[in-house]
């Protein structure tokens, strides 16, 4: 079982560090550059055109335009991340920049999550394992080896009469057997003890009374 959780979480790792796509739909890219050209007095036309997220500044890095799920950044923000991006240009006149909001962020968040929710089952399961197991070993191993702790010490105090009662169906089922066999054997052995020293003492009692 901790085996199997070990490698859960490094698979789990491994799943987490692979997977985020980083690609970018070039010519989507230069869709949305075209279009935002087309419309750059009006860039809220652009809403709910393009499934990509993205921001656009002008030529002075003054923000301009965000896609319904983009969150707005700051120029130096855009740059500072490395967003991929494309000059918005109409003839040669400079425009400004579309910035791709990739989903990285997302993809890592929804990675962690699911890294974590499975980790946390894996951990629950392994806790329920372990308090079941417990609870078997309680009943199968500790509470049948306690009794015979005390039935032991009760035999030895010199208590012959109480029988030692244990489920057969526990590991130390074929032994309880045996140990209550015992205790039969010495409550006879002794009871045949005490009848020889009754009839000694009678024997005695009687030579004692003839002479």
Known sequence: MICLLVAVVIGSFAWFRSGIDRSVDIVLLNDIS??????WNDLEALNGMFDQDFVIFDSEGVFKYASRNARSISYEEAAR?????SPVLRGKTYLGTVYIVDDKENQLNRKIIGAIFIISVMVGLFILFMIIYGMYVNSRIIIPFKKMEDFAESVASGNLETPLTMD?????????????????EIAASKKRENDLKKFVLFIRYNILYIN
Do not use: H, Y
């Open 81 to 85: 991340r490395g967003l991929i991006q």
């Open 168 to 184: 057969q169906n526990n590991i130390f089922g074929i032994f309880t057997e045996s140990f209550d066999i015992m205790r039969e």
């Open 34 to 39: 075209q279009t935002a050209k087309d419309n």
